[in-house]
């Protein structure tokens, strides 16, 4: 089974602060991906990765940064947080579509992150 | 830009109910899944539908692709509580998934 680990289930930060959230996947899958997920607004793409060190722009990428240093994690970083940062931050990870079509993301259970 | 909208956006509903949601779109996709998510869990892979028109079934879900390949539906038979959850769709283009807005399904015993 594919095992999606988020490093934190729950963060409280203060405003200004620089946060780091970490996933890490152990099915060798070249995609990553975060999100964010507000009530109403279903999950929103901020940014994915296709291999190690390349990185594109979701729908919603300003205020956040990511790096992909190693093909197994995928970090995201708030450069500096704001209260409108606050909300459930999902991974998730998939082969690339490329190569074996239609393929199931399968996703971290997600970290819950207040920004006071 | 929100370009899958679905519906109802909440829904309680007895025991032994059938039930129906709705994943619509002006554009077209390559691929449609849904998703199912609990409480303090991600999103998990229910079904991929690829084909125009194409039906699947998961049991007591019935899953449907819209021939134009714009729309989908999921429809639920005689709903159980282990149905409860937020029901996701999510549209493939360009090797990217854009979600829906969400179902969040209440089935009351």
């Known amino acids: 089974d594919v095992k999606v680990t988020q490093s934190s289930r729950y963060l409280v930060k203060r405003t200004g602060e620089k946060v780091f959230l970490e996933c890490v996947q152990d099915?060798?899958?070249?995609?990553m991906f975060w999100y964010r997920q507000d009530p109403g607004l279903g999950l929103r793409l901020i940014y994915f990765?296709?291999?190690?060190?390349?990185?594109e722009k979701g729908d919603i990428p300003e205020g956040y940064s990511v790096s992909r240093e190693k093909k197994e994690r995928f970090s995201l970083i708030l450069e500096s947080a704001s209260t409108n940062q606050t909300s459930m931050y999902l991974c998730?990870?998939?082969?690339?579509?490329?190569?074996?079509?239609?393929?199931?993301?399968?996703f971290g259970d997600g970290t819950r992150l207040s920004i006071l | 830009t929100q370009l899958l909208e679905q519906s109802p956006q909440f829904l309680s509903i007895q025991e032994g109910e059938n039930l129906t949601v709705y994943c619509n779109s002006s554009?077209?996709?390559?691929?449609l899944q849904w998703y199912r998510q609990e409480p303090g869990e991600g999103p998990v892979l229910l079904v991929t539908?690829?084909?125009?028109?194409e039906v699947k079934k998961l049991k007591r879900l019935t899953f449907q692709f819209g021939d134009a390949r714009k729309d989908s539906s999921l429809h639920i038979t005689a709903a159980q509580p282990g149905d409860t959850g937020l029901y996701l769709c999510?549209?493939?283009?360009?090797?990217?998934?854009?979600f829906g807005t969400g179902t969040r399904l209440k089935v009351l015993a």
């Open positions: 998730a990870s998939s082969l690339p579509s490329t190569l074996i079509s239609n393929q199931p993301q399968h």
């Open positions: 554009s077209v996709f390559s691929s």
């Open positions: 999510a549209g493939e283009r360009a090797y990217k998934y854009i």
């Open positions: 990765s296709y291999d190690v060190k390349m990185k």
């Open positions: 099915m060798d899958h070249e995609n």
């Open positions: 539908v690829v084909t125009g028109g």
